[in-house]
């Protein structure tokens, strides 16, 4: 038997329309447009894409798109001075600056000058601060969209034994948090973690984020479990390139109660939660 395909690009589909509709009422309503800054510097072409659909849905959910792009050698100081200008504007209420940055940039002075009530990342040590210790925070857009989804699925997560695979402060330490705030039993596991597969054979709730491709093959999977797939790898396959996540798919379908595609799985739902970011972001900027 096959596991359940978790659609994220549905999931996404709806969470876009919920936004839309209540920016439309914002709209009508106040007069109110939210607005989203997104920052890129350098010319990397995997970033370059990813913002540029994010402009796409922003407009298409009825928001104001603000893109600034600057060359790679751009100062700290110029970008900083970009950012001051964005906190500054009344019509900007999500600043995202594309990570990663370049080498001569320190990205946690960066992410830490943008105002944490704009900080639509999640990423400024406030609102890690503020997750971490259960407050109201800006929550990140790749862990909320797999939380939602993991929600859907199960209803309830509390008791579950999950185990998020990563340590990144972009997913894996977010989306540990974010299931401990659920009443998951949580464990991060990581490249130096002790028999990993044993690890692993023990989620019910297998959150995949290392990055690199097919990494956890199927008889990690314990039977029945969900699997969240966050990885987006390309690789080449019989002379073809192809997107690949960092779950072997195939053997953990077999093995799985549920699983998440790639492509179609968290990658949707990472665009659709920073718009739903933006709204709660101008929303609690208008009161
Ligand atoms: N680069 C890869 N993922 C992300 C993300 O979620 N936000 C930002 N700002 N940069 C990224």
């Given amino acids: 038997m096959s596991a359940t395909i978790i659609d994220g690009k549905a999931f996404a589909a709806d969470v876009r329309g919920r936004v839309a509709e209540q920016v439309g009422r914002l709209n009508d ?10 920052v890129l510097v350098g010319e990397d072409p995997a970033s370059q894409v990813y913002v540029r659909n994010k402009g796409k849905q922003t407009v298409e959910t009825g928001m104001n798109s603000y893109e600034h792009k600057l060359p790679a050698e751009t100062g700290e100081a110029e970008l900083l001075a970009l950012i001051e200008r964005l906190n500054a504007d009344p019509e900007v209420h999500g600043i995202l600056v594309q990570l990663p940055l370049p080498d001569h940039m320190d ?18 040590i406030s609102n890690v601060g503020l997750l971490a210790t259960g407050q109201k925070a800006m929550v990140p857009c790749t862990p909320l969209g797999c939380l939602m989804m993991l929600r859907a699925h199960h209803g309830n997560l509390s008791g579950l034994n999950a ?12 989306m540990a948090q974010l299931l401990l705030r659920d009443s998951c039993t949580v464990t991060i ?28 093959p199927g008889d990690w999977v314990k039977p029945g479990a969900t699997v969240i797939d966050v990885g987006i ?18 053997g953990a379908n077999r093995i799985a109660g ?18 739903a970011n ?7 900027a208008n009161g």
């Avoid at 309503?29 to 997104?38: D, E, R, S």
């Avoid at 549920?258 to 968290?266: L, M, R």
């Fill in 107 to 124: 990205s946690d002075l960066v992410i830490n000058a943008i105002d944490p009530a704009k900080d639509v990342d999640g990423f400024h």
């Fill in 278 to 284: 933006t709204l709660t972001a101008c929303c609690r």
């Fill in 189 to 216: 596991a990581h490249s130096r973690t002790r028999d990993l597969a044993e690890v692993c054979r023990g989620a019910d709730i297998l959150v995949a984020a290392v990055g690199r491709p097919e990494m956890i």
């Fill in 258 to 275: 549920a699983i998440t595609p790639v492509p179609g799985g968290v990658g949707p739902m990472t665009i659709a939660c920073l718009l």
């Fill in 163 to 174: 185990v998020v695979v990563g340590r990144s402060n972009i997913v894996g330490k977010p």
């Fill in 233 to 250: 790898n390309r690789i080449e396959r019989d002379g073809k390139r192809k997107l690949v996540g960092d779950v072997e798919f195939v």
């Fill in 29 to 38: 309503a106040h007069g109110i447009t939210p607005g989203l800054a997104v």
